[in-house]
T-cell receptor, first 112, second 110 residues
Framework: ETGVTQTPRHLVMGMTNKKSLKCEQH?????MYWYKQSAKKPLELMFV???????ENNSVPSRFSPECPNSSHLFLHLHTLQPEDSALYLC???????????FGPGTRLTVT | EDKVVQSPLSLVVHEGDTVTLNCSYEVTNFRSLLWYKQEKKAPTFLFMLTSSGIEKKSGRLSSILDKKELFSILNITATQTGDSAVYLCAVEEVGNQFYFGTGTSLTVIP
């Protein structure tokens, strides 16, 4: 158990659905991250939050909308996704002063 | 195009063998290089390297960074079946930007 939890672990959604992914960290960290991991491709950093403020948005389509209500919780709101968005979505956290990230188990998303 | 390149892509060895995994990178404002082990889902942290030539060691695993030649290696000695995993290399740029390689898939057979 890494101290970072993600729900749901698996999600199947249609292209017209709206769903949200949730991440929670119990490590006292102040930075949180969303990554996308597709088969045969490197982890792609999507969003970074430091002290609840978004500091990075790596050209992610607007159908992905992050929300960070406090330093312990991070959401990824999904709407009108495409089949190519099917992937493993990983959440991570760290101290802002450290590069060492702790990852959650991920949400396996399938868009039909 | 890829900022972090790992080699080999996959490796199959027998228990007891020693393996060396490679990671080369090209970023503008380097802050650190990190190694992770990914077995099923969540990558788990192995090492963080910031200075050239200083070996980091943890049990049978060790790693070193060469900032002049822009690469790092991860060594695993006396491999065990539990070492089977995908090993990920990541580079952090100043400003919380992280770039990952595609990983090296290691399979250790008894």
């Amino acid at each position: 158990e890494t101290g970072v939890t993600q729900t749901p672990r698996h999600l199947v959604m249609g292209m017209t659905n709206k769903k949200s992914l949730k991440c929670e960290q119990h490590l006292g960290h102040n930075a949180m991250y969303w990554y996308k991991q597709s088969a045969k491709k490197p982890l792609e950093l999507m969003f970074v939050y430091n002290f609840k403020e978004q500091t990075e948005n790596n050209s992610v389509p607007s159908r992905f909308s992050p929300e960070c209500p406090n330093s312990s919780h991070l959401f990824l709101h999904l709407h009108t996704l495409q089949p190519e968005d099917s992937a493993l979505y990983l959440c991570a956290s760290s101290h802002t002063s450290s590069s060492e990230q702790y990852f959650g188990p991920g949400t396996r998303l399938t868009v039909t | 195009e890829d900022k972090v390149v790992q080699s080999p892509l996959s490796l199959v060895v027998h228990e007891g063998d020693t393996v060396t995994l490679n990671c080369s990178y090209e970023v503008t404002n380097f802050r650190s290089l990190l190694w992770y082990k990914q077995e099923k889902k969540a990558p788990t942290f192995l090492f963080m390297l910031t200075s050239s030539g200083i070996e980091k060691k943890s049990g049978r695993l060790s790693s070193i960074l060469d900032k002049k030649e822009l690469f790092s290696i991860l060594n695993i000695t006396a491999t065990q079946t539990g070492d089977s995993a995908v090993y990920l290399c990541a580079v952090e740029e100043v400003g919380n930007q992280f770039y990952f390689g595609t990983g090296t898939s290691l399979t250790v057979i008894p």
